[in-house]
């Protein structure tokens, strides 16, 4: 077996598309672009597939991270051009690489970066700017109870 590591993107309409949603627009990407993908044993088999972690829905992203097993091996640019020619136009692989790695993929996601973009409609700059100079934000949050606290 072949662990094959690819990075995507994941814009527009599509980032409203739920993380196992998107999991299935893999499974089915995969099988029309008849990679050789492996799949686990048993009754309902699947296919070895994993995404470093979910992204919330509403939130696009500029490189998401996933690993597949192949069958057998075949060249990274080959696997680039079948899967994205299967794929959604607004979703695109980046790249892709063979890897030896035994951890799980989320334990080697160490830091995301985000970029908040806010219409100036709904907050001024200057209240974003007092907001960023504060030491702590504190907001009140309700509990499923209805019991309400301050959280930092």
């Known amino acids: 077996m072949y662990k094959l590591r690819f990075y995507f993107s994941k814009a527009d309409e599509v980032k409203y598309v739920g993380h196992l949603d998107t999991i299935e627009l893999f499974d089915r990407a995969f099988r029309r672009a008849k990679l050789p993908i492996s799949f686990s044993e048993g009754f309902n088999p699947r296919p070895k597939l994993t995404f470093a972690h979910p ?6 992203s500029n490189e998401e991270i996933g690993e597949v097993e192949l069958s057998e091996k075949i060249s990274e640019q080959d696997f680039i051009s079948k899967l994205n020619g299967a794929l959604p136009n607004p979703i695109r692989i980046i790249k892709a690489e063979y890897v030896e790695e035994k951890k799980s993929l989320m334990s080697l996601v160490k830091s995301a970066e985000y970029t908040l973009q806010i219409d100036d409609d709904f907050v001024s700059s200057d ?8 030491a702590s934000i504190e907001i009140e949050k309700t509990s499923k ?7 930092d």
């Open 145 to 151: 109870s209805g019991k309400k606290s301050i959280v």
């Open 127 to 134: 209240n974003i700017e007092e907001m960023l100079n504060k």
């Open 55 to 60: 992204l919330a829905v509403g939130i696009s």
